[in-house]
């Protein structure tokens, strides 16, 4: 008989994910499905993928997100596919580089398919427990420079879990409380349980931690709106996937509506007159708030002169009566929520189920993190998510995929995936992450990315199949299906530009049917599309070879890659398109592009003293010790660091270099 006491359970995996919300989902499958044994920690397991603020995955710059996440391997696009009840490409009055897929998700489909994804992944455990600690130890290297390395977690009960990495996806639950108005609740997003305790052990750490806030509106009961007094929003007729592995013909399906009010006088009167009672204004939030998502209170305050603002009611789902009141989050008290939200046509005689509120939590203050998503002070340690300072879902998502293919690449020795501006709205995202004191939430928008042109959501697959591929998260079928994408616009394109057309009566009869200039002399087909008037489709009635051609690159691409499917062929003439009418600008960017990557080639040594380096301004030296460049490039975006320090930084490093190569 045994009578040895067991005081504690201790379990050894390969990797801790900390956290089960989007980055926390995206990080434990990235690391799960590249072999690697993770456990993935959450406070609730009812909370797994929780959308606790907007029921909807998408949007401007976000969509692109999505789609970027799913080319590399990630999951959140196949998900939204799956449980998504309205969808709406953005922007198509605008040129392709800003058009933006939004879903509208059945929020409890969503997060039960996201479980279901997690609980049938091979190598990962989910575990309902709190982390309150991490374990690290002490190492030097040959330079004799201590850094700390990681070597576990604790969790509340007292388990521990020895592993290689530990990946931070905390959210807003570090030390987070609630305030509505004069009540303050100490919980986590929709009431659950915050993590109280993993904030100490990171300062003890030596990570900087710092107060940011956001907040959500009210949701109320469908039965107590007035839809009549509404516009109705509807969804596309035809609906475009998110995933690339995604057939569209699998999700045609009957959507719901969303409706769109405005808040008025009466609304924003009874705003002003509260606003001593508002944790905002009266003082009691510490937090900073996102700019670029306010609360009632704030577009009251900041935006004066504007006589209305867009209310849009959206469902949280097919199986509840509960409706999002999106653009009216606040943290008012509950009795002047309920006013102004009955001053808003259609909302008279609302009623509230969920409160508006706002909530406060710890994150990390910038300047601490390499462009892999690792702490530059602690070997294994990674986050990725609102702990790291941004908001939203998808910029969430995506950093728990980068951050979990860097953690799984550290463990298996292999070169790091570090996404640069010029190829990824994932590289635009955590390049400023990275290299921006950034005092508010971060949020992704198109007007971020320098190179939009070249990063639009519709050619994520072509510009980053190749590297989840690499990874080992894209099998090598779906690697081939972009070989053979590519393959095809190629020939296309060629052939387009290469077919001439005569100004014979045939082709001025087709122009003069589309309102379009005669030709004087010939012309390509590429040239013709070019016209704003034509495009591809309506070409057909005068390319006679086009059909030809088509079927004869289709049975060669066959030959060498995969089956080309309907799918394929309509994403083919979608970039063919785009490629020819956009092709000058689409080439002065990827100009400017050539001359950016050559200044991010351009290394930093990580043991670079800049107080060694002369004439560099005193906030230059200052920014550069704080945030460790890895690149020249990297450098030239810091707040503080001006062309003139840049010039100096780059004659020292060549001057360094020739001594070194003497």
């Given at each position: 008989?045994?009578?040895?006491?067991?005081?504690?359970?201790?379990?050894?995996?390969?990797?801790?994910?900390?956290?089960?919300?989007?980055?926390?989902?995206?990080?434990?499958?990235?690391?799960?499905?590249?072999?690697?044994?993770?456990?993935?920690?959450?406070?609730?397991?009812d909370s797994i993928a929780l959308m606790p603020c907007n029921p909807n995955i998408g949007g401007s710059s976000k969509g692109h997100l999505v789609r970027e996440l799913d080319a590399l391997g990630g999951e959140m696009g196949k998900n939204i596919d799956k449980t998504f009840i309205q969808s709406k490409m953005l922007n198509l009055s605008k040129g392709p580089a800003v058009?933006?897929?939004?879903?509208?998700?059945?929020?409890?489909?969503?997060?039960?398919?996201?479980?279901?994804?997690?609980?049938?992944?091979?190598?990962?455990?989910?575990?309902?427990?709190e982390v309150c600690e991490l374990l690290w130890k002490t190492e030097y290297d040959n330079n004799n420079l201590q850094r700390k390395i990681i070597t576990g977690?604790?969790?509340?009960?007292?388990?521990?879990?020895?592993?290689?990495?530990?990946?931070?996806?905390?959210?807003?639950?570090?030390?987070?409380?609630?305030?509505?108005?004069?009540?303050?609740?100490?919980?986590?997003?929709?009431?659950?349980?915050?993590?109280?305790?993993l904030s100490e052990s990171l300062q003890n750490m030596g990570i900087v931690l710092r107060r940011f806030k956001t907040g959500t509106p009210a949701?109320?009961?469908?039965?107590?709106?007035?839809?009549?007094?509404?516009?109705?929003?509807?969804?596309?007729?035809?609906?475009?996937?998110?995933?690339?592995?995604?057939?569209?013909?699998?999700?045609?399906?009957?959507?719901?509506?969303?409706?769109?009010?405005?808040?008025?006088?009466?609304?924003h009167e009874i705003i002003r007159n509260n606003l001593d009672r508002s944790p905002i204004y009266a003082g009691i939030i510490e937090g900073t708030g996102p700019r670029y998502c306010p609360s009632i209170e704030d577009k009251v305050v900041k935006f004066a002169e504007k006589e209305r603002h867009q209310v849009f009611i959206e469902p949280e789902g097919i199986h509840t009566n509960e409706m999002y009141v999106g653009g009216m989050s606040s943290s008012l008290p509950e009795d002047v929520q309920l006013a102004m939200y009955r001053t808003v046509p259609g909302?008279?005689?609302?009623?509230?189920?969920?409160?508006?509120?706002?909530?406060?939590?710890?994150?990390?203050?910038?300047?601490?993190?390499?462009?892999?998503?690792?702490?530059?002070?602690?070997?294994?340690?990674?986050?990725?998510?609102?702990?790291?300072?941004?908001?939203?879902?998808?910029?969430?998502?995506?950093?728990?995929?980068?951050?979990?293919?860097?953690?799984?690449?550290?463990?298996?020795?292999?070169?790091?995936l570090i996404l640069d501006r010029g190829e990824s709205y994932i590289g635009v995202l955590i390049d400023d992450l990275v290299t921006k004191d950034n005092r508010?939430?971060?949020?992704?928008?198109?007007?971020?990315?320098?190179?939009?042109?070249?990063?639009?959501?519709?050619?994520?697959?072509?510009?980053?199949?190749?590297?989840?591929?690499?990874?080992?998260?894209?099998?090598?079928?779906?690697?081939?299906?972009?070989?053979?994408?590519?393959?095809?616009?190629?020939k296309e394109m060629e052939r387009l530009k290469n077919t001439m057309m005569g100004a014979n009566k045939e082709v001025q009869n087709f122009l003069e049917k589309y309102n379009s200039a005669y030709l004087k002399t010939a012309a390509s087909l590429a040239e013709l599309i070019c016209r704003p008037e034509l495009s591809y489709e309506t070409l057909k009635e005068i390319d006679k070879t086009r059909d030809d051609s088509m079927a004869y690159f289709i049975e060669e691409v066959e030959k060498l890659y995969v089956k080309v499917s309907d799918k394929l062929i309509s994403q083919v003439i979608e970039q063919v398109e785009i490629e020819i009418k956009y092709e000058g600008y689409i080439l002065r960017q990827k100009r400017q592009v050539e001359q950016y990557k050559k200044m991010e080639k351009k290394k930093i040594p990580e043991d670079l003293d800049y107080d060694q380096v002369p004439s560099l301004r005193l906030e230059a030296r200052q920014k550069l010790k704080e945030f460790r460049p890895v690149s020249v490039?990297?450098?030239?975006?810091?707040?503080?660091?001006?062309?003139?320090?840049i010039s100096v930084l780059l004659?020292?490093?060549?001057?360094?270099?020739?001594?070194?190569?003497?």
């Open positions: 008989m045994m009578d040895k006491k067991i005081h504690e359970v201790r379990e050894s995996v390969d990797v801790c994910v900390v956290g089960a919300g989007h980055a926390g989902c995206e990080a434990a499958l990235a690391c799960a499905r590249l072999g690697l044994e993770t456990v993935i920690f959450t406070v609730s397991v058009h933006s897929l939004r879903a509208q998700a059945d929020k409890a489909d969503y997060t039960r398919a996201m479980r279901t994804v997690l609980e049938n992944q091979e190598h990962l455990t989910i575990k309902q427990a977690v604790r969790i509340y009960t007292g388990g521990i879990y020895e592993c290689k990495a530990v990946i931070l996806c905390t959210g807003t639950y570090l030390n987070s409380r609630c305030l509505c108005g004069e009540a303050i609740t100490y919980t986590g997003p929709n009431g659950l349980q915050s993590a109280t305790h949701r109320m009961d469908k039965r107590s709106i007035d839809f009549e007094k509404m516009e109705e929003q509807f969804g596309d007729d035809r609906i475009v996937p998110f995933s690339f592995s995604t057939d569209p013909e699998d999700i045609q399906k009957e959507q719901v509506s969303c409706w769109l009010t405005y808040t008025n006088a009466d609304t909302l008279e005689h609302c009623k509230i189920v969920r409160n508006a509120y706002a909530i406060e939590y710890d994150c990390i203050a910038a300047g601490q993190l390499y462009p892999t998503l690792e702490f530059r002070s602690v070997k294994g340690l990674f986050s990725a998510g609102q702990f790291n300072g941004s908001s939203g879902y998808e910029e969430a998502a995506s950093q728990g995929l980068v951050a979990g293919i860097n953690a799984a690449m550290e463990i298996l020795n292999k070169e790091p508010e939430p971060y949020r992704m928008m198109t007007s971020r990315a320098e190179y939009r042109l070249l990063l639009r959501q519709d050619n994520a697959d072509l510009r980053l199949r190749e590297k989840g591929f690499q990874v080992g998260l894209i099998s090598l079928e779906q690697y081939r299906e972009v070989l053979a994408k590519k393959f095809l616009i190629e490039g990297q450098a030239s975006r810091i707040s503080g660091v001006s062309p003139s320090d004659i020292y490093l060549e001057h360094r270099n020739k001594r070194e190569t003497y």
